[in-house]
């Protein structure tokens, strides 16, 4: 059971293009996390927000909690190539997710000149 | 340089072989995990631990052992690997128990 659900799974686009991504749960979560990874390396995060309804902007991206803490987004404005990569959301669930971080499918983001 | 390493970055065996991943971290984080991550399945979480000699089952720990007898090193072991276990591991340490984690390269196992 997937309990964090990301759309799309893929995504190209040119450069210049707006873009959202989304991840879904039916479990609420504590605080939820957007990290980015390149091809070779590890996740790197970018961005947690912990009360529902925040956002946060970091440059061209903006992520937004949702405001029953079920769901995330993650918007691109202007995308770039260096934008190519794994989109990645990740959460702690509220209850019974001990100190686990539940992390979604993916969103695989490739933006062409 | 600080920071988290593993080691090897690239690994291929065979099937029933025991294979032993390492990884290590200069920060003294109390939290260590290990990870796969498989296409369409994003990173399941494998082991963690919160200290040294403590750890604790992930979402997928058939087939795996973890050790943490030094704060800074948790080795994963494949002790019979199986096809199956072809995949890319993480591993990640974080100061505290649901605080930011840091990830290291990751290690491709190839398991013929």
């Known amino acids: 059971t997937q309990l964090l659900e990301q759309s799309p799974q893929f995504l190209s686009i040119q450069e210049g293009e707006n873009l959202t991504v989304y991840c879904n749960s039916s479990s609420v979560f504590s605080s939820l996390q957007w990290y980015r990874q390149e091809p070779g390396e590890g996740p790197v995060l970018l961005v947690t927000v912990v009360t529902g309804g925040e956002v946060k902007k970091l440059k061209r991206l903006t992520f937004q909690f949702g405001d029953a803490r079920k769901d995330s987004s993650l918007h691109i404005t202007a995308a770039q190539p260096g934008d190519t990569g794994l989109y990645l959301c990740a959460g702690f669930i509220l209850t019974g997710g001990g100190n686990k971080l539940t992390f979604g499918t993916g969103t695989q983001l490739k933006v062409e000149l | 340089d600080a920071g988290i390493t593993q080691s090897p970055r690239y690994k291929i065996t065979e099937t029933g072989r025991q294979v032993t991943l390492m990884c290590h971290q200069t920060?003294?984080?109390?939290?260590m995990f290990w990870y796969r991550q498989d296409l369409g399945h994003g990173l399941r979480l494998i082991y963690y631990s919160a200290a040294a000699d403590i750890t604790d089952k992930g979402e997928v720990p058939d087939g795996y052992v973890v050790s943490r007898s030094k704060t800074e090193n948790f080795p994963l072991t494949l002790e019979s690997a199986t096809r199956s276990q072809t995949s890319v591991y993480f591993c990640a340490s974080s100061e505290q128990k649901r605080e930011t984690q840091y990830f290291g390269p990751g290690t491709r196992l190839l398991v013929l």
């Open positions: 920060w003294s984080h109390s939290y």
